[in-house]
């Protein structure tokens, strides 16, 4: 499938195509907080999936640039303690074991012991080019 766009004649733009898919992105996060706050995250289990749902205060929990955005899909959490929880392999080909059918309690869990995360995510974005001017 392909979205045509063209430029109006004030505009420096010339027509293009680009294609709707998504484009996904796999990045590198690490979430701290303090001992007495919350994470202020509200995560959602979309079946086989852990999405972000809110993140309510980012200048308080991200580091090096990177946080959390609604909609980031999370693959994998580690914590301080090297407690991990890889949820995208828990999940893989619907094949769960009595532990993996709890994935989703355990990476809750796993975020509220924990004050340090490292976080695998997957970001998904539809990818639509700028205009050079």
């Avoid at 990177?66 to 929880?85: A, P, Y």
């Avoid at 392999?89 to 989703?104: D, G, P, R, V």
Wanted: glycine share 2%; aromatic share 6%; with cysteine.
């Amino acid at each position: 499938d392909l979205a045509t766009y063209s430029s109006s004649p004030d505009d420096q733009c010339l027509e293009f195509s680009i294609p709707t898919k998504f484009i996904p992105t796999n990045i590198s996060i690490t979430l701290t907080r303090k001992e007495e706050t919350s994470w202020g995250i509200l995560l959602s289990k979309e079946e086989s999936l852990c999405a972000v749902m809110r993140v309510k205060d980012k200048s308080q929990i991200c580091e090096k640039g990177q946080c959390l955005k609604v909609g980031d899909l999370i693959m994998s959490i580690r914590n301080e303690f090297n407690e991990t929880n890889c949820i995208s392999s828990s999940n893989m080909y619907n094949q769960q074991t009595s532990s993996q059918s709890n994935w989703f309690r355990e990476a809750i869990d796993l975020f509220k012991r924990s004050k340090i995360l490292h976080l695998e995510v997957q970001r998904v974005h539809s990818h639509v080019p700028s205009c050079a001017m």
